[in-house]
């Protein structure tokens, strides 16, 4: 037995509730060395306070990062400030779960839509990228009205780009019509109607399929700028 050991156990039996002070006087005699400080341990609240908002910033962090990563949709590309031609083999279409509401929201609301899907029967989205980088350069929407029939499709570049799908506009739509400050050039017969205009930044194909007359159909662009 170590010699403190002995003289703890000596004290404890002789003098009783006197052992504490008994035991300082000893040890300062024999230069005994300190009792070693009692380490301080976290309790478990602590731990909890420490520990609980990582876990939080971990739980709510990763949904917000896989959504603006990998669900949200693309934004509207810089425009190119030069002209440019994307043939069929440039780009690839492909069908969206979002709307063009939706597209132009996350756009601060620079896109024109038809807000008709309440009524809407059917609503498909489609998205143009560029096979090369990925960029995308227009979307489409089509929207069947479900109270007048109508089909309408709705599309849009930025006015420095051109694409394959629409190319049958600018060929077709020699008749002008003028709303405001925007020229829309259009064509019609007694079917559908065809109709592309520019407005700030964005160039717009419209196609109206359904039982209705030319004026009415112009009157839908009225509509997209109200």
């Known amino acids: 037995m170590r010699k403190k050991d002995k003289i703890d156990e000596w004290i404890s039996s002789e003098y009783g509730e006197k052992e504490e002070e008994l035991f300082q006087k000893i040890q300062r005699k024999l230069n005994l060395p300190d ?4 380490r301080k341990c976290f309790s478990a609240r602590k731990l909890w ?12 962090g990763i949904p917000l990062i896989l959504y603006f990563a990998v ?3 693309s934004p509207v590309p810089t425009p190119p400030n030069k002209n440019r031609y994307c043939s069929q083999e440039d780009y690839k279409p492909a069908t969206t779960e979002y709307t063009l509401k939706e597209y132009s929201q996350h756009n601060n609301n ?8 309440e009524k809407a029967d059917e609503v498909i989205s489609t998205v143009f990228t560029l096979n090369e980088t990925g960029e995308t350069i227009a979307f489409k929407e089509q929207i ?7 089909i309408v499709s709705l599309g849009f570049s930025d006015i420095y780009t051109e694409i ?23 064509a019609y017969n007694r079917s559908d109607g065809q109709m592309y205009w520019e407005y700030e930044g964005y160039r717009y194909y419209l196609t109206v399929i359904g039982p209705t007359d030319s004026t009415s159909a112009l009157a839908l662009i009225s509509e997209l700028f109200e």
């Open 35 to 38: 009792p070693a400080p009692k």
């Open 49 to 60: 306070a420490i520990c609980a908002p990582v876990a939080a910033s971990v739980f709510i």
């Open 71 to 73: 669900f949200k949709p």
């Open 110 to 117: 620079q896109i024109l839509y038809f807000d008709w899907y």
């Open 144 to 150: 069947v009205n479900g109270e007048t029939g109508n």
């Open 164 to 186: 394959e799908e629409f190319s049958s506009y600018t060929q077709n739509c020699k008749l002008t019509h003028q709303i405001g400050n925007t020229t829309i050039y259009w």
